[in-house]
């Protein structure tokens, strides 16, 4: 029995040492003594392939490589003394769930925070972390009797002694835990012979927990001798540090370890130092060798020469930097013949670099193994369990439905589920609807065939019964309160009715077929870890009646304890991982990435539940846990230390100056330090690129990363840059590679690419929007805005998918309608809007609007709360713009004689016919919401009014550009089939837009009704151009006299005794310009057509001020306009006044007549 140090700075041969003393023991083994070699958890599989490596096949049998947890596991099943079952930490965090809602009335400080999602993770931690310590509940009650003097850490040592008590008589009533496990050990050392004169190698450890420490006093007086390396200076005087030591941490266990020996009258033996004045691991790089002497030396000595072995690099943001780190990689196998095995990649932020290495390296083609265990939450087989749940808890939400239908692992077609999720979508389909025997919800689409719509239906509904009927049947099961064991068992059959199993084995096949081992990896443990998480369920809360909901927040718990390890794919791989983890794998270069401040050395600020005044407190009273957040810093130190030291041959160090939002990143205090030792290092950067050849060349590194470099530089290129000649000789590489030429081919000409279309053949053209054309004026306004999103919308046809949603062009089409079915109620009534008063229009309105929402077109507005809330809205909306339309019909001579006055075959007037000068035909169709007629002795004056649920006003910059034509052909169409049957003459009275609203307006605190209802009619003015006719004008407002200043509160016109029209007051025209206007818009009309047939599809949306039709169009994700290629620019469409706008449209029409 004896205890041996073996001591020594990083890369001195500690691990080296015990393995050739591990090798020499196995060859002069003759009595067959026990040899281990001890090592941390994650660093087993390392430890394992170094001694394959020094030993060969046939040694390593003689040689157990353990870990703490693996020693108790094979102590215990070798010797007895499991009699338990063991707890995973998934049923520990799920039996703390439970307890925690037992307790939460009873507690004093904690009993908010039990209620907190996250609260369980810090309670299991802080029990562990006591159990770790060796301290039970019993001697936290007895420090309670000792804090009187401190009542806030009283109530908190309380609650978590009652908590930890609870766990402990649950625990141990069936369970162990891996602490217990631990316990246990330390008792069957023992009482067992196992260890016996066995000969224990202790390596890779820095710190030991107060259990660890029980264990390995055990050892002490069991083994023959127990060899522990400790990463430290020698102390053959004894291991007293100052509180600057960068080894303070690894002195004080020493110290511990050397008290426990003498306890037990353990001979110590003279330590083994490993002090030669240039490390082992350094011999190739004196500059590292350097580092690991000064960095933490004060004074430092400074290395005067120029560093070749050490690096620093300065990154534009982390994208480059790991690029950089790729590129860097590349080169040291390329050209200094270094496997890729023999480089590390370390980082103290793995969580935001683990995508960009994964990223980037498969660009650079760089084999890699990230050192980390899986999460399993973003797994399909545990996605589908969540969303199985949530289907039931979220009344069947689209969301958990089609999550659910997404994970892969369902047996139905990709398509089957966009046919599904198509209807679903455009009805709205959720909650009850999923249980009923039949769906025959609309189509998104019309069906001229009868056949074909009752296939499409029967299709719909087999692939509803085929999704629908497992879950059913499993809610039917699980729903309302069940025991715990019975929920675990409906859902085990649940997925096996459903094949889950079967579906994760074939990903397993498919995934191994790709060479994606990491994944396979992962697929092939999940279906166990659900096997083993129900199980646990089962084991610790099987009898517990609950509710579903309560159930899946214990689920949801379980799962969060879960992941799965992997191991490397090949064994040429770089490794990448936190530093933490990171232990002294043989590597010869070293990248340490993101040493940036507060990142790489971490700042602590999180002290938990007990902050460090508290664990002092407890110290003081006897009660050891782990160290405050200033011993956490002093290991970081530590960790500098290890990371700096790790590479024997090459260290690089990089940090970005910008995260991924561009906020700025301060370099690590390292990085300064660094700075100082090495005054002459190199710090290279890509902030400002550089173009000489050294530089260049440093880019061309593998066929893929380079490619991708080539074509931003010869996009460099043609943007005027200059570039370096060299990357012209690596174009002409990939031209003559055949594997390469065709996608350089293709890349290259991107970067001419004009994202511009080509002219259609007109005879194709005719073909699409069919011939001869029949559209709508509003068509012709689109094609105006821009030609292309017009061929896309009506010439390919595309169109969004169909959401169940009351849109703004639902909302315009339902008040259309409602308005129409209206004026039918007055037609059939036989009144007029001079005749309704506010209870008549109320109780048609509502009749209309009600029968509208319960039958087919309307039922979106029954279906909800929401909706039902909306539906009421617009009925007073309604009712309010009936009443100001009968309030404009009853203040004007205008009579209204038509609604919905259709231009077509069969409707109120025949289709607008239009001859092209090509000679081609157009048909314009469509419809006026109102036309009003007033007769007087010069004739019939007509006004026409649009209904409009949004603000519109009339510009004549939109006419003269033709985006505002609409009712003037309207208005030119019915004047001119007016002119053909009646002798008076038809004269333009005016076009008008009426906004149909309820709106909310401000007036005085003391202003009675009558001024309020004037108020309403001011803001509810029709907009639009009139007649400049005074009498016309009186006409149309009998009231507009009645006011001092002449405004009218109807239409857009201000009349006065003293002047007659108020020009700058009203928005008028002459019959001339009406004239004009008509001819105009005639003339647009036949522009637009003649651009069309022409074959016209340009991207060319029109920008008006700040204004562009592309703001609100569905169609950019296909145009992909970007007004930073060349040809791509917008239709600019200047302001001009009035005057001139007149002027121009004038000439225009003077030129046809010529």
């Known amino acids: 029995m004896s205890l041996r140090f073996i001591f020594g700075r990083a890369g001195s041969g500690k691990s080296r040492f015990c393995l050739e003393n591990i090798k020499k023991s196995v060859l002069d083994n003759k009595d067959d003594k026990k040899i281990i070699y001890l090592v941390p958890e994650q660093f087993t599989f390392q430890a394992d392939k170094n001694l394959v490596y020094t030993l060969g096949e046939k040694g390593i049998h003689k040689v157990q490589v353990l870990s703490f947890t693996r020693m108790a596991q094979v102590v215990l099943a070798e010797v007895g003394g499991i009699t338990r079952l063991h707890m995973k930490s998934s049923g520990r965090n799920m039996l703390i769930y439970k307890i925690l809602d037992e307790v939460k009335d009873k507690l004093k400080v904690f009993s908010r925070a039990s209620k907190q999602q996250g609260f369980v993770d810090i309670m299991s931690d802080i029990i562990s972390e006591f159990k770790r310590y060796n301290i039970n ?93 400790l990463t430290t200076d020698c102390l053959i005087n004894g291991g007293n540090a100052d509180n600057t030591d960068v080894f303070m941490p690894i002195k004080n266990t020493e110290n ?144 958990s439905v089609f999550r659910y239908l997404k994970t892969g692992l369902i047996d139905i077609e990709r398509e089957e589920i966009d046919i599904i999720e198509n209807y679903v979508l455009s009805n709205g389909i959720r909650g009850k609807k999923w249980f009923e025997d039949e769906w025959n919800y609309s189509f998104e689409y019309n069906f001229n065939n009868i056949e074909k719509e009752e296939e499409s239906f029967q299709r719909i509904n087999d692939i509803k019964n085929k999704i629908a009927n497992p879950l059913i049947k499993l809610q039917n099961k699980v729903k309302g309160k069940n025991k715990v064991k019975e929920i675990c068992t409906n859902i085990y059959e649940f997925l096996v009715e459903i094949k889950a199993g079967e579906k994760i084995e074939n990903f397993v096949l498919k995934f191994e077929r790709e060479k994606q081992l ?108 782990a160290g405050d957040t200033k011993s956490q810093a002093f290991e970081e130190q530590f960790l500098i230390y290890r990371a700096l030291t790790i590479g024997g041959k090459y260290l690089r160090i990089s940090y970005p100056i910008a995260d991924f939002e561009g906020k700025s990143m301060r370099p690590s205090i390292i990085i300064s330090r660094m700075k100082k030792i090495f005054p002459k290092i190199k710090e290279e950067s890509d902030i400002i690129k550089g173009n000489s050849d050294e530089e260049t060349l440093r880019e ?36 003559k590679d055949e594997k390469w030429r065709e996608r350089c081919k293709r890349a290259f000409s991107g970067l001419s690419y004009k994202n511009q279309v080509s002219k259609v053949d007109s005879n194709k053209i005719k073909k699409l929007y069919g011939y001869p054309l029949k559209l709508s004026v509003s068509r012709l306004e ?59 229009t109320q109780e048609a309105i509502t009749q209309i609007v009600e029968e509208k929402i319960n039958g087919k077109t309307g039922y979106i507005l029954n279906s909800s709360p929401r909706y039902k809330y909306i539906s009421n809205k617009l009925k007073r909306v309604l009712v309010k713009s009936v009443n100001i339309i009968s309030e404009h019909v009853k203040r004007s001579k205008f009579n209204p004689v038509g609604h919905e006055v259709s231009f077509e075959s069969k409707g109120d007037y025949p289709p607008i016919d239009i001859i092209l000068p090509s000679g081609d035909k157009i048909e314009l169709i469509g419809r006026i919401d109102r036309v009003d007629e007033l007769e007087t002795e010069n004739g019939i004056y007509i006004r026409i009014i649009d209904y409009k649920s949004g603000n519109k006003a009339f510009k004549l910059s939109d006419v003269y550009y033709g985006l505002q034509l609409q009712l003037l052909i309207y208005l030119d169409a019915i004047i001119s089939n007016k002119e053909k049957y009646i002798e008076k003459g038809v004269i333009p009275g005016g076009i008008f837009y009426f906004k149909i609203d309820d709106p909310i307006v401000k007036v005085d605190g003391n202003s009675n009704e009558d001024e309020i209802k004037k108020a309403i009619l001011r803001e509810l003015k029709m907009k639009g151009i009139l007649l400049k006719d005074i009498e016309i004008i009186k006409a149309m407002d009998l009231t507009i006299t009645e006011t001092k200043e002449g405004y009218s509160l109807i239409i857009p016109a201000r009349v006065t005794q003293k002047s007659g029209v108020v020009d700058n007051h009203t928005s008028s025209a002459t019959l001339e310009e009406f004239e004009i206007l008509r001819k105009y818009a005639r003339k647009m009309v036949i522009n637009i057509c003649e651009d069309m047939l022409n074959g016209n599809i340009s991207i060319k949306p029109y920008k008006q001020n700040k204004n562009t039709p592309c703001e609100y169009c569905e169609f950019k994700s296909i145009c992909q306009f970007d007004a930073s290629i060349k040809e791509n620019k917008y239709k600019y469409l200047n302001e001009k006044k009035n005057e001139e706008i007149w002027t121009l449209m004038k000439k225009e029409i003077e030129k046809e007549d010529i």
Not at 545 to 550: A, G, H, T
Not at 587 to 608: C, T
Not at 804 to 811: A, C, G, I
């Open 137 to 229: 509940p019993e001697e936290l009650d007895i420090v309670l009797t000792q804090l009187n003097d401190n009542e806030v850490l009283k109530d908190k040592i309380q609650d978590i002694s009652l908590i930890f008590q609870k766990f402990e008589e649950y625990l141990h009533k069936n369970y162990i835990d891996t602490e217990d496990e631990l316990m246990l050990l330390v008792e069957k050392l023992k009482e067992t012979s196992i260890y016996d004169g066995a000969e224990i190698w202790i390596d890779e450890f820095s710190t030991f927990t107060p259990l660890q420490y029980n264990v390995i006093e055990q050892l002490f007086l069991k083994c023959k001798r127990v060899n522990i390396t």
């Open 256 to 399: 511990k370890l050397v008290n426990i020996a003498a306890k037990n009258n353990i001979p110590y033996e003279k330590p083994i130092c490993l002090d030669e004045e240039t490390p082992f691991r350094f011999k190739e790089s004196k500059e590292i060798a350097h580092l690991e002497k000064y960095f933490f030396k004060f004074p430092y000595n400074i290395y005067s020469e120029n560093t070749k072995d050490v690096s620093i690099f300065r990154g534009l943001n982390m994208y480059s930097e790991i690029r950089n780190t790729a590129s860097n990689i590349i080169r040291l196998v390329r050209d200094e013949n270094l496997r890729f095995k023999d480089i590390a990649v370390v980082t103290r932020d793995l969580g935001n670099y683990e995508k960009l290495v994964e990223a980037i390296f498969t660009e650079y083609n760089i084999p890699y193994f990230i050192d980390k265990r899986r999460d399993i939450n973003s797994n399909p087989l545990i996605i589908l369990l969540n969303s199985v749940m949530e289907i039931f808890t979220k009344n069947w939400s689209y969301e």
């Open 518 to 625: 990491d994944l396979a990896n992962e697929y092939s443990q999940v279906w166990n870890v659900v096997m083993d998480l129900l199980s646990q369920l089962v084991e610790v809360l099987g009898e517990e009646e609950v509710k579903l909901e309560e159930f899946i927040k214990i689920m949801r718990i379980g799962i969060n304890e879960y992941d799965v390890g992997v191991i490397p794919a090949s064994l040429d791989e770089v490794l990448v991982g936190d530093i933490e983890r990171v232990k002294s794998h043989e590597v010869s270069a070293i990248f340490i990435i993101g040493v940036n401040d507060g990142i790489f050395p971490r700042i602590s600020d999180k002290e938990g539940i007990l902050n460090d005044k508290d664990r002092e407190n407890l110290k003081n009273l006897g009660i050891e846990i």
């Open 700 to 735: 061309i590194v593998g066929e893929s990363s380079t490619f991708n470099e080539l074509i931003a530089a010869i996009k460099e290129e043609t943007e005027g840059k200059e570039i370096n000649p060299i990357w012209w000789d690596a174009y002409r590489w990939y031209l």
């Open 782 to 840: 689109r094609y105006a805005q821009c030609p292309f999103a017009y061929y896309i919308q009506y010439g390919l046809k595309a169109q969004e998918r169909k959401i169940y949603d009351f849109s703004m062009p639902d909302l315009g089409t339902f008040l259309h309608e409602v308005l129409d079915e209206f004026a039918n109620v007055l037609d059939k009534e036989a009144v007029t809007f001079r005749d309704v008063d506010e209870k008549f």
